[in-house]
Nanobody, 126 residues
Framework: QVQLEESGGGSVQAGGSLRLSCAGD????????MAWFRQAPGQGRQGRET??????????TYADSVLGRFTISKDNAKNTLYLEMNDLKPEDTSYYYC?????????????????WGHGTLVTVSS
């Protein structure tokens, strides 16, 4: 059973930064495609947006909405996934989820997610 635990969410003002972390020990992050997606409070799954992915070689993809502001990375030694978020905007307010391993389709923001954590809330005020 996949277990993923996100942390690092919080409240910031527009223009601020946060770094999210995702830890787990049920599989090796180094050899898998991993992702971050978000879902705003009160929105169903149709409102879900994958914001970033990273594959086993460190190749990354991003949603247009976060390109240039967010950076996904992973520390293989710590088996931890990160999402560095800069220049945050009120529209970035959402629950953020770590997902993986992603094994269906290529490692892109279009890939379907099969397992994710409980999420961490990011609130950006104007």
């Amino acid at each position: 059973q996949v277990q993923l635990e996100e942390s690092g969410g919080g409240s910031v003002q527009a223009g601020g930064s946060l770094r999210l972390s995702c830890a787990g020990d049920t599989f090796k992050y180094s050899i898998e495609c991993m992702a971050w997606f978000r879902q705003a409070p009160g929105q169903g799954r149709q409102g879900r947006e994958t914001v970033a992915t990273i594959d086993e070689d460190g190749m990354t993809t991003y949603a247009d909405s976060v390109l240039g502001r967010f950076t996904i990375s992973k520390d293989n030694a710590k088996n931890t996934l990160y999402l560095e978020m800069n220049d945050l905007k009120p529209e970035d307010t959402s629950y953020y989820y770590c997902a993986g391993p992603i094994q269906r389709g290529p490692c892109t923001t279009a890939a379907p997610m099969d397992a994710w954590g409980h999420g961490t809330l990011v609130t950006v005020s104007s």
